[in-house]
């Protein structure tokens, strides 16, 4: 079985503000994928990125990064000095290796509001 | 490339009505799926498909259907519509089922059921 937990339901802040947003994971698998996508108000879905159970490296993009810890089963994403255009609804998802398949599960979302 | 493309973009039904949502990919990408977002639920796996003629349900499939005759076409269908299939509706594709790649998302089907 596989879990994603994004307990943060609704983020509002103002632009120039730093947030982030947590994703907590539970599964029973060594091999395992991470991932961010992000919901803009248009609705489409948009990948952000991915990290694979053996890479606990953190990864910066831009003012986009995440923090990967095995220790505590989180894949923890941040903006820095956001932005109105990140407002979006992020999710978190978690695909297992478990019998070849790497059908992810997602997470319930978290709605990020950026006021200017 | 078109990517991923849904339609119709917005349909209401009455209860009982049936009808076909359609999805196509021309990424030549052997898994597709749907899943329907709903408030507060997150994104929940309806079907989906490793390849041509293989198709298997995910969490929610009872009320829908779903057949894959060419690579790229996905259509999901709705019998009897009922109100709790009012949803958003998003197909999504990726290169395989073995390899854990990003999925690409259609811009999705927001579906009422009255």
């Known amino acids: 079985a596989q879990k994603v937990t994004q307990a943060q339901t609704e983020i509002s802040v103002v632009e120039k503000e730093d947030v982030t947003l947590d994703c907590v994971y539970e599964t029973r698998d060594t091999t395992y994928y991470l991932f961010w996508y992000k919901q803009p108000p248009s609705g489409e879905l948009v990948f952000l990125i991915r990290?694979?159970?053996?890479?606990?490296q953190n990864e910066i993009s831009g003012r986009y990064s995440w923090n990967f810890q095995k220790s505590t089963s989180s894949f923890n994403f941040t903006i820095t000095a956001s932005q109105v255009v990140d407002s979006a609804v992020y999710f978190c998802?978690?695909?297992?290796?478990?019998?070849?398949?790497?059908?992810?599960?997602f997470g319930r979302g978290t709605s990020l509001i950026v006021h200017p | 490339n078109a990517g991923v493309t849904q339609t119709p973009k917005f349909q209401v039904l009455k209860t009982g009505q049936s009808m076909t949502l359609q999805c196509a990919q021309d990424?030549?990408?052997?898994?597709m799926s749907w899943y329907r977002q709903d408030p507060g639920m997150g994104l929940r796996l309806i079907h989906y498909s490793v390849g041509a003629g293989i198709t298997d349900q995910g969490e929610v499939p009872n009320g829908y259907n779903v057949s894959r005759s060419t690579t790229e076409d996905f259509p999901l269908r709705l019998l009897s519509a009922a109100p709790s299939q009012t949803s958003v509706y998003f197909c999504a594709s990726r290169t395989n089922y073995f390899v854990a790649n990003e999925q690409y998302f259609g811009p999705g089907t927001r579906l009422t059921v009255t």
């Open positions: 990290r694979n159970s053996f890479d606990e």
């Open positions: 990424m030549n990408h052997e898994y």
């Open positions: 998802a978690l695909s297992e290796a478990s019998g070849g398949s790497y059908i992810p599960t």
